[in-house]
């Protein structure tokens, strides 16, 4: 049974940092490219970052250069660590896996397995 479980979510004051996880289960994570996504009420699910098994990286135009995604592929689990929060930022992330592909896709469509979100809300 294929599981992504997402942790890490809360509430952070503008400015400060989270870092979220996404352990995965049921799958070979060395194959897996994982993404990152998040939607905010009443919008469309967002890109936020993608990692590739070969280290291809990618990230929203939104976020870029406020945070960092990784992997660790001994404990099959993804992070997306957040800085410099943005009350704009609010929303539920998602992680999201798909297998056998060389770079992260940025359409939410193209992943095939997903956690079940946690929820990130910044105060101002």
């Known amino acids: 049974q294929v599981q992504l479980v997402e942790s890490g979510g809360g509430l952070v004051q503008a400015g400060g940092s989270l870092r979220l996880s996404c352990a995965t289960s049921g799958l070979l994570f060395s194959n897996l490219v994982m993404g990152w996504f998040r939607q905010a009420p009443g919008k469309e699910r967002e890109f936020v970052a993608g990692l590739s098994w070969g280290g291809v990286l990618y990230y929203g135009d939104s976020v870029k250069g406020r945070v960092d995604i990784s992997r660790d592929n001994v404990k099959s689990t993804g992070y997306l660590q957040m800085n410099n929060l943005k009350p704009e930022d609010t929303a539920v992330y998602y992680c999201?896996?798909?297998?056998?592909?060389?770079?992260?896709?940025?359409?939410?469509?193209?992943?095939?397995?997903w956690g079940q979100g946690t929820q990130v809300t910044v105060s101002s």
């Open positions: 999201a896996a798909k297998s056998l592909r060389t770079v992260p896709p940025r359409s939410a469509r193209e992943y095939d397995y």
